[in-house]
């Protein structure tokens, strides 16, 4: 079972090797993890993706209730949230398959951002489900490196 | 003023009469400080991890924050064992360590370590101090969050600039702001209403308590609860002393070490009421098993701790005592009439169980030892277990009157006892009782704190039960290597009499059972720190 948490945090130091340090000891697994700053600069907000059992699903949120660092946990299925990702991936181009991957980022509604002779760098935010969309369709061209935030993600809104 | 100066102060408004440590230049400016309060005794220790013990020991027995302070690297590593223990028996603590100047952090210079990285895990919360002004809110908060919701230590590292930096005034505040910390005390009422009517409803009520009754100090409304509603009670070895051995409902210890029909009555009950325990491997051996057949109302003050081992009907999160007297305040009448059926079975079952003995003669037997022992203290004297078969025979065989019975449950550290009965006794002052209780391989771990009782003068009884082998590794060998012993056998211990004389201190030897009460009457009597030496069979199995 998938699970996404939205953790607010005090923004200190030391806060993020706490939450990770938990989920190291407790076998919890960490699928991804993004941190950032709330409006309120003395709070983090970390988005952590999980899975596992339901007995592990309501121990993470207990056992991060725990930590004195936490304030307030929002536990979500992808269904109810509205869950993006940011990608940039760099490939390697010629004359030849140069039309298909233009095609490809226009379907995908990826942007070029970057771009010399033989490399173009595209970026692309979206779900996760299409990120990886995205990169199944790049491995036909070669691909020289990515990097991905992980799953940022709010509950859909509500009346 | 000093931040090292105001270190002192936070300790003196806490009421803090004690605190155990070991020196070294990184905490020297704190233990400076010390010398200017009349209030509070530094205590000696040997070796670090004593500190810790004797901390948990004073805490114990006072329900009040056990402190101790150690210097940085290998001073706070040596602490850490003492942290651990504390954490899995959730005593609560407030441990000082020195640390490298706040500059040179992370520059791996002479003495450095990550303490507070290291007891992450250990620990309810720890402080790594960077400006000196912060001191006293430090404190303030440390000392709450130690002893509140879920006891546990917490660790405050200051380091040496910080200590010798001057702070304008100093203003220990009243109150704590934490946003993110705020315990719940009382249990919801709809979920006492649901116990009460499945009591109402109950054949076949258990009561299983753990050490939480104990940390929340709630002996007596546990005492209330079981006798006015009939409840049978057993308990884990966290919970031992939550009514005396002769208390009408009391049915003894479960779990693999426990008495037999205390398990059958874990078993077969059909409304189990879990209060202040983690339903942890050693209680219950299966425990996705236990809530089968029936309702298990589980009581903590720790929500990660429901549903971590057992699936419970009825949840109630909160304060041990708060929760127990919110059901008296319900007021309910409730038939005990249908109880009466299942206690008589229960005696059935403890006469049916009982383990048997058949002990070696020409040796002291551990188990007659322990209960002789326990009914010549004083009533509310403290009885402190190590941890082995030694512990195994404290803990079946302890007779509870009103006092205080101490081991590590949830770490199981050896060691243990020695330094903790002292910290229970300096706590405690002249008039406790306080008897240590340990193996020959315990004793060797910590037997160098007889130099800090003899220094302090505090006055421990103890008692070592030798058997010449590491017993309980020796018994798992036994059973599961076909009594092929590996690295279980202690020759080479000292002569504990010769030992005795160079601590100087009195020693007795006891061989068999012959006038055992004359020679435990003796022992005890003594107002000095003493040694008593027990000969057992080093076949004996627990």
């Known amino acids: ?105 226009q379907a995908m509604k990826a942007d070029i951002v970057d771009m010399s002779k033989n490399q173009m760098m595209l970026q692309i935010c979206d779900r996760p489900d299409r990120i990886q969309t995205l990169i199944k369709l790049l491995a036909g061209v070669s691909i020289v490196e990515i990097a991905r935030t992980g799953t940022l993600a709010l509950p859909r809104c509500t009346d | 003023m000093l931040g090292c100066d105001a270190m002192v102060k936070c300790l003196e408004a806490e009421g803090v009469k004690a605190v155990f440590g070991y020196p070294g230049v990184a905490i020297a400016p704190f233990y400076n400080s010390m010398l200017n309060t009349q209030e509070i005794e530094s205590v000696l220790v040997r070796t670090e991890q004593n500190a810790g013990h004797a901390a948990s020991g004073y805490s114990r027995v006072t329900g009040k924050v056990g402190v101790c302070a150690v210097t940085s690297g290998p001073g706070a590593t040596n602490l850490i064992t003492g942290i651990a223990t504390a954490y899995a028996d959730s005593i609560p603590m407030v441990c000082i360590t020195g640390q490298v100047e706040s500059t040179l952090l992370g520059s791996d210079v002479f003495q450095e370590a990550d303490i507070t990285g290291a007891v992450e895990s250990f620990v309810k919360y720890s402080y790594l101090v960077k400006n000196a002004a912060d001191i006293p809110r430090i404190f303030k908060e440390a000392f709450h969050i130690a002893n509140t919701g879920r006891r546990g230590p917490v660790l405050i590292d200051v380091p040496i600039d910080i200590q010798n930096a001057k702070i304008d005034k100093f203003h220990y505040p009243e109150d704590v702001n934490l946003r993110t910390y705020k315990p719940t005390v009382k249990g919801n009422a709809a979920q006492i209403k649901k116990l009460l009517k499945e009591l109402s409803k109950a054949k076949r009520p258990l009561i299983c308590a753990g050490g939480g009754v104990i940390l929340s100090g709630a002996q007596q409304e546990l005492d209330r609860f079981a006798s006015t509603y009939q409840i049978p009670v057993v308990h884990t070895m966290m919970g031992i002393g939550v009514l005396p051995t002769d208390h009408g409902m009391y049915y003894g210890m479960v779990g693999n070490n426990g008495k037999p029909y205390a398990n059958v009555a874990m078993n077969e009950s059909d409304l189990l009421i879990v209060v202040g325990a983690r339903v942890a491997d050693r209680a219950v051996n299966q425990p996705e098993l236990i809530t089968e057949n029936k309702i298990m109302v589980h009581i903590d003050v720790d929500p990660a701790e429901i549903g971590k081992n057992a699936a419970s009907t009825i949840p109630i999160v909160g304060d041990v005592k708060t929760i127990l007297n919110q059901i008296f305040d319900e007021g309910q009448e409730i038939s005990t009439a249908a109880h009466k059926g299942w206690i008589d079975t229960l005696d059935g079952y403890r006469e049916k169980l009982a383990k048997k003995r058949n002990p070696r003669p020409g040796f002291v037997d551990p188990a007659e030892f322990v209960k002789r022992l326990s009914m010549s203290m004083k009533d509310d004297g403290i009885y402190v277990a190590d941890v082995g078969q030694n512990q195994i025979w404290s803990c079946a065989n302890y007779f509870m009157k009103k006092g205080r019975f101490l081991t590590t449950g949830g770490m199981g550290t050896m060691g243990y006892s020695i330094p903790a009965a002292m910290g229970a006794k300096r706590a405690l002052g002249d008039d406790a009782q306080v008897v240590a209780v340990c193996g020959d391989g315990a004793f060797q771990m910590s037997f160098m704190e007889l130099a800090t009782m003899k220094q302090h003068a505090i006055n421990v009884k103890v008692i070592v039960l030798k058997n010449n082998y590491l017993g309980m590794v020796r018994q798992y060998q036994h059973f599961t290597y076909n009594d092929n012993y590996s690295v279980v056998d202690l020759s080479g211990s000292p002569d504990l009499e010769m030992l005795a004389k160079a601590y100087s201190i009195p020693f007795v030897r006891v061989t068999d059972m012959e006038d055992i009460d004359k020679k435990i009457a003796d022992f005890l009597e003594s107002d000095e720190t003493a040694l008593m030496e027990c000969i057992i069979d080093p076949m004996d199995l627990v």
């Open chain 1, 1 to 105: 079972m998938k699970k996404i948490y939205s953790v607010l945090v005090e923004n200190r130091s030391g806060v993020l090797a706490k939450i990770a340090g938990l989920f190291a000891r407790r076998c919890f697994n960490i699928d991804s993890l993004a941190v950032g700053e709330t409006d309120d600069p003395t709070t983090s907000c970390m988005t952590i993706v999980s899975s596992g059992d339901e007995r592990t699903i309501e121990q993470i949120e207990k056992q991060l209730n725990k930590k004195l660092d936490v304030f307030k946990i929002k536990t979500f299925d992808e269904t109810e949230a509205v869950p993006r990702e940011l990608m940039l991936v760099k490939v390697k181009y010629n004359r030849t398959n140069r039309p298909e991957i233009m095609e490809i980022a």
